[in-house]
């Protein structure tokens, strides 16, 4: 490994975890302006069912973000079919997770390195033999993010749930133990500590029964998109054609007329105009030709765009940090800048999306320029 290669890694050790604390507040800061019950309706802010045995009863209550409701009380003991009657649908497709008193597990608060922040989990189950008088595998674990400590460091707390007292708590719920989708904590506070302490086989994934209408109804919503769009563009056409026949028409009517030759100059006027402006700057087909030779593989333009002097692109490529020096070797246009900042797209194909700006050149500079440039490439070429 170079040395700027672990400069690199160890610069984006540092970065990571902080854009990701920062993009988690900027979330927690947008969704905090919507009220809960909306939040939780529209799917942004998380949402599950807590299940807590106290006595002769089972506390069901719904959780949304911070805030907790209960729904429903049934007697105990009760079996988990019990629910199809006490709660509507929507509550019955919710993650349900049990409850569990602060003093049936372990807590131990550590420090750990920033770098560390993607696999706690993972650097966590090496702790247990040192942190607690069990093993990793006597032992179901979690681990809850306690905040930044600063110097690069964080604390986070440990949370074990010995296997023996597990294996017991199955045994005293009965069918609710494959019901569940993982079990939780209460804190002193009686607050949840939202980890999840029940071990993955054992966990019940909750579907969505209505998840193939929803699906059916956003393809049917993109079908009537399109066709949409296709009837709206049918109907340009049709104006179109309408507005071309129209001037047509009137163009014969004003061959006819006394001012034909007034028309006329006023028609070499504007050519000669158009022909001027023409020469201010290449054609379309001419700037289309050079981004094509000069983009790299694997570049995309979602947008182009001309406006006097200026051309704009916007688009996606896995090489856009060498887009300016690559396009500024181009003979049509000169002065190549980055727009902003480049951003990540988010997919698999690791591309960035860009935006860069450039003033184009007057066809007859750009057209000398190209040939001055062609001619160099050849007597290049026939150099011995």
């Known amino acids: 490994m170079t040395a700027w290669q672990q400069g690199f890694r160890q610069v984006t050790a540092q970065v990571a975890p902080r854009a990701s604390h920062f993009l988690h507040w900027w979330r927690t800061s947008l969704l905090a302006w919507l009220p809960a019950r909306w939040q939780w309706a529209l799917g942004w802010a998380p949402a599950r069912l807590l299940l807590r045995q106290q006595d002769d009863q089972l506390h069901l209550e719904r959780e949304i973000g911070t805030q907790r409701l209960a729904v429903a009380t049934l007697p105990w003991p009760c079996q988990a079919a019990a629910l199809a009657t006490a709660l509507p649908p929507r509550l019955q497709r919710l993650p349900r997770y049990w409850l569990l008193d602060g003093g049936q597990v372990l807590r131990r608060t550590l420090r750990v390195p920033a770098a560390a922040a993607g696999r706690l989990l993972d650097v966590m189950g090496f702790e247990i033999d040192r942190q607690t008088p069990f093993t990793a595998d006597q032992v179901s674990h979690d681990v809850r993010l306690l905040g930044d400590a600063g110097a690069g460091q964080l604390d986070v707390e440990l949370v074990v749930l010995p296997r023996v007292r597990l294996e017991q708590w199955q045994q005293d719920v009965g069918s609710w133990a494959d019901a569940v989708s993982g079990i939780d904590v209460m804190d002193r506070a009686g607050e949840p500590l939202k980890v999840n302490l029940l071990p993955p086989p054992l966990r019940r994934h909750m579907r969505n029964p209505q998840l193939r209408l ?153 057209a000398a320029a190209m040939a001055k440039k062609g001619a160099a490439d050849a007597g290049a070429n026939d150099a011995p």
């Open 214 to 366: 929803e699906l059916l109804l956003a393809v049917a919503a993109l079908v009537m998109l399109l066709l949409a769009g296709s009837q709206l563009l049918h109907n340009r056409e049709q104006a179109a054609d309408t507005l071309r026949a129209e001037v047509e028409r009137s163009a014969r009517n004003a061959r006819g007329v006394a001012d034909e030759r007034a028309r006329l100059q006023a028609l070499v006027d504007g050519a000669r105009f158009l022909d001027q402006e023409r020469d201010k700057r290449p054609t379309m087909l001419a700037v289309w030709n050079e981004l094509s030779r000069k983009l790299p593989d694997g570049s995309f333009l979602e947008k182009i765009g001309v406006e006097n002097q200026q051309l704009q692109l916007i688009g996606l490529s896995r090489e856009a940090n060498q887009l300016v020096p690559l396009l500024q070797q181009s003979a049509l246009w000169q002065r190549v800048n980055l727009t902003g900042v480049l951003q990540a797209d988010g997919t698999a194909g690791g591309r960035d999306r860009f935006t860069l700006t450039a003033e184009l050149r007057a066809s007859a500079n750009a």
